[in-house]
């Protein structure tokens, strides 16, 4: 009779297979790699004196290790156990605003593209149970492409004008 129970309780798992599972847990380190890219993009904007972009940049270290919890707790409701894989320290050759917010971008894009890929892995192994959270996912992406963009035009607007960058500097650090 126990065994029959367990059979039928693990029918109705929401278990996931193990080509999703392999892409959430790239997911997961891409997620806290692009954390640690914030992380030294903030660094790299201190330094300059620009603490309200720093600001900005560890808010948003902070939001990648939000999802990359997103991702791995989906994982542990399914019953999958996630496994961080090796994370590289970021290499930023970085030495202005305009140029942090460009790696940042570039990074974003990055993560679209895994996004991407990972809902493409979804359709094709029929997974409807990860649908609504990389939904969400592309979604957050394209707002955050287009806040980053913003924020490029409008350093570009300021171009070498110090009073601009730092009027853009003040409005970052009151997010």
């Known amino acids: 009779m126990l065994t029959a129970l367990r059979k039928l309780c693990t029918l109705g798992a929401m278990t996931i297979n193990e080509k999703i599972a392999s892409a959430f847990n790239n997911q997961v380190t891409a997620e806290l790699e692009a954390s640690m890219v ?7 904007l201190d330094d300059l004196g620009l603490t309200g972009m720093r600001d900005w940049m560890k808010a948003q270290s902070k939001e990648e290790l939000e999802h ?10 399914r019953d999958y156990t996630p496994q961080i894989g090796d994370i590289a320290p970021p290499k930023l050759d970085v030495t202005s605003a305009i140029e942090a917010f460009e790696a940042s971008l570039a990074h974003e894009q990055k993560i679209s593209g895994l996004i991407r890929e990972l809902a493409a892995i979804q359709d094709a192994e029929k997974d409807y149970d990860s649908r609504a959270l990389i939904d969400w996912f592309l979604n957050e992406q394209i707002e955050e492409e287009a806040t980053v963009g913003e924020i490029i035009d409008r350093l570009r ?19």
């Open 157 to 175: 607007i300021a171009g070498d004008s110090g009073s601009g960058i730092l009027r853009i500097d003040g409005e970052l650090g009151s997010r």
């Open 38 to 44: 914030y992380l030294q993009l903030s660094y790299v």
């Open 68 to 77: 990359a919890q997103k991702f791995a707790q989906h994982l542990l409701d």
